[in-house]
């Protein structure tokens, strides 16, 4: 295996659109070396564009002279590619979710950490500047004790067949969520619609009860008329508001808002936060050469997609039991 970055070399399993933008961010980085789909014609495309090799899932994961692998295909194929990835000695970034079932991640976490292989999973806004500042701005105390946080992650397009919108669109939230609040919910309540009609549902809200008394929402669509992505953090001295929606200057901001005994409101303006613009795809891709170069434990591992899975689970039982009830 590789011993300096430079000597790294990555294989993009899946040449869809986030296949696509992986070999963009790994080239740029100088590790792309192969890209690998189930069709011929796409991965010859893309590899042209790279001028890099193509070929297969399996002759990728059976080529030695690749280190590492990023699997950007559906979630079904998730644990069989990572899996046989891992048997052959590969470091593996893994597209959310990890895999659709816990016993799955649970195996490939423990072949990872047997054969001493990084295994990390895309949680991209884990690595926006915008979320790295606000969880400093956290962890620093400027918000003071947190009481309540938002998320609403809605637009319109991106209509999955294998995995509904709390799957496919609330794993960013919950580990923004879990990385905020450092710890996990006691309570965790949902609802989800199918608007549509049929399955899988298009929209779903999952409120989150922490120990510490802390409160989340999380609202996920993909039938939304207009795009939303922001996350908003209540605390006793201050509040703040992740919005990735908004130019750089406005991303991040944050409001001294008080609320007196008397319960009136003094509203502070809103401060924007500066921030070090850069893209949170090749933010974590770098990350991912990092982890495997120095041996360091990845922000997103298996650990923390676990995590993640394990709150999502609990919410989609909770959304069957509201299902139950509102049956006549």
């Given at each position: 295996?590789?011993?300096?970055?430079?000597?790294?070399?990555?294989?993009?399993?899946?040449?869809?659109?986030?296949?696509?933008?992986?070999?963009?961010?790994?080239?740029?980085?100088?590790?792309?070396?192969?890209?690998?789909?189930?069709?011929a014609?796409?991965?010859?495309?893309?590899?042209?564009?790279?001028?890099?090799?193509?070929?297969?899932?399996?002759?990728?994961?059976?080529?030695?002279?690749?280190?590492?692998?990023?699997?950007?295909?559906?979630?079904s194929?998730?644990?069989?590619?990572?899996a046989?990835?891992?048997?052959?000695?590969?470091?593996?970034?893994?597209?959310?979710?990890?895999?659709?079932?816990?016993?799955?991640?649970?195996?490939?976490?423990?072949?990872?950490?047997?054969?001493?292989?990084?295994?990390?999973?895309?949680?991209?806004?884990?690595?926006?500047?915008?979320?790295?500042?606000?969880?400093?701005?956290?962890?620093?105390?400027?918000?003071?004790?947190?009481?309540?946080?938002?998320?609403?992650?809605?637009n319109?397009?991106?209509?999955?067949?294998?995995?509904?919108?709390l799957?496919?669109?609330?794993?960013?939230?919950?580990?923004?969520?879990?990385?905020?609040?450092?710890?996990?919910?006691?309570?965790?309540?949902?609802?989800?619609?199918?608007?549509?009609?049929?399955?899988?549902?298009?929209?779903?809200?999952?409120?989150?009860?922490?120990?510490?008394?802390?409160?989340?929402?999380?609202?996920?669509?993909?039938?939304?008329?207009?795009?939303?992505?922001?996350?908003?953090?209540?605390?006793?001295?201050?509040?703040?508001?992740?919005?990735?929606?908004?130019?750089?200057?406005?991303?991040?901001?944050?409001?001294?808002?008080?609320?007196?005994?008397?319960?009136?409101?003094?509203?502070?303006?809103?401060e924007?936060?500066?921030?070090?613009?850069?893209?949170p795809?090749?933010?974590?891709?770098?990350?991912?050469?990092?982890?495997?170069?120095?041996?360091?434990?990845?922000?997103?591992?298996?650990?923390?997609?676990?995590?993640?899975?394990?709150?999502?689970?609990?919410?989609?039982?909770?959304?069957?039991?509201?299902?139950?009830?509102?049956?006549?």
């Open positions: 295996m590789g011993t300096g970055r430079e000597r790294l070399s990555v294989a993009i399993i899946g040449c869809g659109a986030w296949g696509a933008n992986l070999a963009r961010c790994f080239a740029e980085l100088g590790a792309l070396k192969a890209v690998a789909d189930r069709s014609n796409r991965a010859t495309v893309l590899a042209a564009k790279h001028d890099c090799a193509d070929g297969t899932p399996e002759s990728v994961i059976l080529d030695p002279a690749i280190d590492a692998l990023a699997v950007a295909t559906p979630p194929s998730h644990y069989a590619l990572a046989a990835g891992l048997e052959r000695g590969k470091h593996v970034l893994v597209e959310k979710p990890l895999t659709l079932h816990r016993p799955e991640s649970e195996a490939l976490a423990r072949d990872a950490e047997a054969r001493g292989r990084v295994l990390m999973v895309g949680h991209i806004l884990r690595y926006h500047p915008a979320f790295e500042a606000l969880l400093h701005l956290v962890r620093d105390g400027a918000l003071g004790e947190l009481r309540r946080i938002h998320a609403s992650r809605l319109l397009g991106a209509i999955r067949r294998e995995e509904d919108a799957w496919c669109l609330a794993p960013h939230d919950v580990s923004m969520i879990l990385a905020l609040a450092g710890e996990m919910p006691e309570h965790v309540e949902g609802f989800d619609e199918k608007v549509l009609g049929r399955e899988p549902a298009d929209a779903a809200a999952v409120r989150l009860g922490f120990p510490s008394g802390l409160s989340a929402m999380i609202q996920v669509s993909w039938l939304h008329p207009v795009k939303e992505h922001r996350l908003s953090v209540i605390g006793s001295k201050a509040m703040a508001v992740f919005d990735d929606t908004k130019p750089w200057e406005e991303k991040l901001v944050l409001c001294r808002h008080q609320i007196g005994d008397d319960l009136a409101i003094a509203r502070g303006d809103p924007p936060v500066p921030l070090e613009p850069g893209e795809l090749k933010a974590e891709c770098r990350h991912f050469l990092d982890s495997i170069t120095t041996g360091a434990t990845p922000l997103t591992d298996a650990r923390e997609a676990l995590a993640v899975m394990d709150v999502l689970a609990r919410a989609e039982a909770a959304i069957r039991e509201t299902r139950t009830a509102l049956v006549p």
